[in-house]
């Protein structure tokens, strides 16, 4: 029997930086015998996950091909193409039309891919167009079709219900998450809905080392944006140093706010001790977290899925301070880790100098969260459950 053949859909996986953490998810269904093809939505940026390359097809939004396969696809199912057009019209916002109806000629592109390569199954990560354009293709095609949703793509409700009706299924990566869209779109059936976490790789076990670094770094992984809050972590600084702790804080990430939270730490005069690392690929976090070389991760964002971010670190026995906000609660709740209000500088302080001071809560939660990842979030079992969702696991 021939592998079973998956379009993987998102915004801009493998290219760019922002859905990088599809890569361990795409590589397990690889090792898993599915066949997969990665179609970015709009490829902005380099290539960040390189060995994905071959998998991939870098199109942009539109271009000469596309619009011809679009014309072809209207020739020979105007009727199909036009109820397409129409489900999208059921979006009343201009914001979120414009959005999907610029995915559509991409969308019929991809319908002719699934249709001819031939694709066993398509399947979009985001709620927003890269599920607008998986509802199109499968409409055109013939092939079933599902989403994950993840988080602000839920709050941005596009066309969640009719979605919804159409997919196989629509997977949540937290229960927040689920009860988020039920709450955005009340009238959603939601009999398709499940809940199945991202997962990670799961490295060997280590032994959390008993000594910190000196000086103790913290690293907090997250692009420059609002809801990520780094001046929460700033004014958390400000207070820790004012108390005699020597520390080193890595921003790791970029974006349109790194301007703002720099003139900020010059303020706090904390040029000392924070460095603004830039992007950094996610294989050198990794090495990071497996030396040792990071003591503590900190994520003060008051506007979360689950951020892969701690994942990680939890599955590399490395303690987390996060805030209650999304799914966040999910990952570090029963000793797995602290969690603190959002935006409360004065919390977030007390909870990082709780866990540099004390050797055992460290090991505590280390161990905690270690066994959660094993038990929850380990990629093997994700995506052997995803197969089964997808109707793309092998016959028993």
């Not at 992984?221 to 400000?238: I, S």
């Not at 703002?260 to 904390?270: E, G, K, N, P, S």
Request: charged share 25%; proline share 8%; hydrophobic share 45%.
């Amino acid at each position: 029997m021939a592998d079973p053949r998956l379009l993987y859909l998102a915004s801009s996986f493998p290219y760019g930086r922002n859905d990088g953490f599809f890569a361990p998810e795409f590589r397990e269904l690889v090792r898993q015998g599915v066949d997969v093809l990665a179609v970015p939505i709009r490829p902005r940026g380099r290539l960040t996950t390189t060995d994905a390359e071959p998998r991939a097809q870098r199109k942009r939004l539109l271009d000469a091909e596309i619009a011809w396969a679009a014309l072809t696809e209207t020739v020979r199912a105007p009727l199909a193409v036009g109820r397409a057009l129409l489900l999208l019209l059921h979006e009343p916002r201009p914001q979120v039309l414009l959005r999907n109806l610029a995915a559509f000629p991409k969308a019929l592109w991809i319908a002719r891919i699934a249709r001819t390569w031939p694709a066993s199954h398509i399947h979009a990560h985001w709620a927003g167009p890269p599920a607008t354009a998986a509802l199109v293709a499968s409409r055109l095609s013939g092939v079933p079709w599902s989403f994950t949703a993840h988080f602000a793509d839920i709050a941005a409700n596009n066309l969640l219900c009719e979605k919804s009706e159409s997919a196989t299924f629509v997977r949540f990566i937290a229960t927040a998450m689920m009860e988020l869209a039920g709450r955005t779109a009340p009238d959603c059936d939601q009999s398709t809905w499940h809940l199945l976490h991202l997962g990670v790789d799961v490295p060997p076990r280590r032994v959390p080392l008993a000594s910190l670094n000196r000086p103790p770094v913290l690293l907090m992984a997250a692009r420059f944006d609002p809801e990520k809050r780094h001046e929460t972590l700033v004014e958390a600084t400000h207070e820790l140093v004012g108390q005699g702790f020597e520390l080193e804080v890595w921003l790791a990430g970029a974006g349109a706010l790194e301007a703002t939270v720099a003139q900020h730490v010059r303020a706090r005069d904390l040029e000392h001790c924070v460095r603004f690392l830039g992007f950094v690929p996610n294989r050198q976090v990794l090495e990071w977290l497996a030396s040792g070389r990071v003591d503590l991760v900190v994520l003060p964002s008051d506007a979360e899925g689950i951020p892969v971010s701690l994942i990680e670190a939890l599955a590399h026995s490395v303690p987390v301070v996060g805030c209650d906000a999304g799914g966040v609660t999910e990952l570090l709740g029963d000793g797995c880790g602290e969690i603190v209000p959002p935006r409360d500088p004065h919390a977030l302080a007390e909870a990082i100098a709780r866990v540099l001071r004390s050797p055992e809560l460290r090991a505590r939660r280390a161990r905690a969260g270690r066994e959660r990842i094993e038990a929850e979030f380990a990629i093997e079992p994700i995506v052997r459950r995803l197969r089964v969702l997808l109707d793309l696991a092998d016959a028993k």
